[in-house]
Structure formats: structure tokens, C-alpha cells
């Protein structure tokens, strides 16, 4: 158990409709990372939010976008879905940021399917 | 141009024996660090090692090693006398210099050991 946790675990919807996914991170990371697991395009780095700030931003589509609350949790926002938006996200955290090494703790994951 | 290679798409290997994952990566910076991470068939992400660009000695946790060959530019993963429990997918990740924290993933390797 890596300390991160994601709700939902799955999420089947439909085309065009929108979805939130939530993500805790382990007790005092500030970092928190949205990366996107398709068959097509692999795992890919979507955004990045450091103490509440957005600190960097991978290939996120427009439709997406994230915040991070003063708690430190996490919400990737997807709408308009299509289906190649079906994938496995994860939420990952760390310490920090800025610093050499900074090992990124993965949630489980959240299976979107789009129908 | 493709940042982390695994070219290696699956290997089999004989429980107890020792295997090498292959990883290659392409950076300008100096300052990088390289990470395996486990995926099991269940999901989650299992950050397994790491190496930093500045390491002199090659990284090891348990059964589980790096072998960083800095000017050829690889980071390959030995994992010694290997287990069933290890039947996995494996991803060699980078991140790049201090103020990027995104991990960059190669394609991944799946690997079946048998009994």
C-alpha cells in the first residue's frame, strides 16, 4: 500500500459526459501528479500541482483540468468524454519538488471506461 | 525522438534464474534520475529503484539492481534469482533536471517467469 489513495476505483460512463476523479495523497506530500495509462499512447504525464499551485503540465487535453484543494487532495476533471479517453489515470504524490530525488508514490488507479 | 527505450516488449524466464530488463534513454541534462516501476496484472504502480545521474555506485534494493552504464546512456534493471511473484509488467521512467518533476516511462517490458 503505497499511502495514495483513489476514488473511484472504476467509472463506466457514457460519450460526452463529464467525471471527477479524487486523489488523496500519502500524509505530507505536497506534490501530486496526474498520469494517463492508454494502450495506445502508454503512460503519459498529464499535470502537475505542488502545495495547491500548478507546477507543471504534461500532454493534458483542454477538456481536462485539475486543481488541488488546501488539504493537499487532488481532482482531475474530464468532460466531454470520448472514447480514447478510456484508460487507467493515476494519481501519484511526493515530498516535494525541486530536488534530486523525489521518488512519486502511485495510487491504485482509476479505470475510466467511456461507452 | 523516443526519451526512454525498452526494447524488449516480453522475456521469459525460468524461476530462480537472474534476468536483465533493458532501458536506454536520451537526455541533454546532467542532472536526471532513472526509475523502475512494477505493474503488476492487479494495477498499481510499484516504484521498485532508483539512480540518480550523480550516483557513482549502482543502486540496489534487495533482489533488485541497476546497472547504470552512464555514456552509453543505460539503465538496466537485474533482478537476481527471480520469483513467480515477479511475473509482471516493468517500466524504466526519467525524470529530467531539478525543476521538471514529470516522469517520462518507456513502453514497458512484460515479464513471465515459469515455474
Known amino acids: 500500500d503505497s499511502g495514495v489513495t483513489q476514488t473511484p476505483k472504476h467509472l463506466i460512463t457514457a460519450t460526452g459526459q463529464r467525471v471527477t476523479l479524487r486523489c488523496s495523497p500519502r500524509?505530507?506530500?505536497?506534490?501530486v501528479y496526474w498520469y494517463q495509462q492508454s494502450l495506445d499512447q502508454g503512460l503519459q504525464f498529464l499535470i502537475q500541482y505542488y502545495n495547491g499551485e500548478e507546477r507543471a503540465k504534461g500532454n493534458i487535453l483542454e477538456r481536462f483540468s485539475a486543481q488541488q484543494f488546501p488539504d493537499l487532495h487532488s481532482e482531475l476533471n474530464l468532460s466531454s468524454l470520448e472514447l480514447g479517453d478510456s484508460a487507467l489515470y493515476f494519481c501519484a504524490s511526493s515530498a516535494g519538488a525541486g530536488v534530486t530525488y523525489n521518488e512519486q508514490f502511485f495510487g491504485p488507479g482509476t479505470r475510466l471506461t467511456v461507452l | 525522438a523516443q526519451k526512454i527505450t525498452q526494447t524488449q516488449p516480453g522475456m521469459f524466464v525460468q524461476e530462480k534464474e537472474a534476468v536483465t530488463l533493458d532501458c536506454t534513454y536520451d537526455?541533454?541534462?546532467?542532472?536526471?534520475?532513472l526509475f523502475w516501476y512494477k505493474q503488476p496484472s492487479s494495477g498499481e504502480m510499484i516504484f521498485l529503484i532508483y539512480?540518480?545521474?550523480?550516483?557513482?555506485q549502482n543502486a540496489t534494493e534487495g533482489r533488485y539492481s541497476l546497472n547504470f552504464q552512464k555514456a552509453r546512456k543505460s539503465a538496466n534493471l537485474v533482478i537476481s534469482a527471480s520469483q513467480l511473484g515477479d511475473s509482471a509488467m516493468y517500466f524504466c521512467a526519467m525524470r529530467e533536471n531539478f525543476g521538471n518533476e514529470k516522469l517520462t516511462f518507456g513502453t514497458g517490458t512484460r515479464l513471465t517467469i515459469i515455474p
Open positions: 500524509s505530507g506530500d505536497l506534490s
Open positions: 539512480q540518480g545521474s550523480y550516483d557513482e
Open positions: 537526455t541533454s541534462d546532467q542532472s536526471y534520475g
